[in-house]
């Protein structure tokens, strides 16, 4: 692969990221998590579904707090606190 070409790739994969995490963090907004710990939440959640990359201690924190909100955003994994 080319320089140019994963270049590119890095930045669709860093858009389709953002993107992502902005559609959670709408999600979590609509259900009620305040906008601060939203951001945190779908950020965590978007690493997970599309690095596999699991959350910090913090977010756990974080996830498990505002639970019942973030099933009701449908962005409830099995294996998010684990």
Sequence with gaps: MTPAQLTFLESDT???????GITYWQKLIR????????????????????????????????????????CRAQLWRSHLLL
């Excluded at 860093?14 to 992502?20: E, G, K, N, S, V």
């Design 14 to 20: 860093a858009d389709y990221f953002r993107q992502t």
């Design 31 to 70: 259900e009620g998590v305040p906008r601060e710990e939203a951001g945190k939440i779908a950020a965590a959640i978007a690493k997970f579904d599309l690095f596999a990359r699991t959350p910090s201690s913090e977010q756990k924190r974080l996830i498990s707090q505002f639970s019942p909100l973030v």
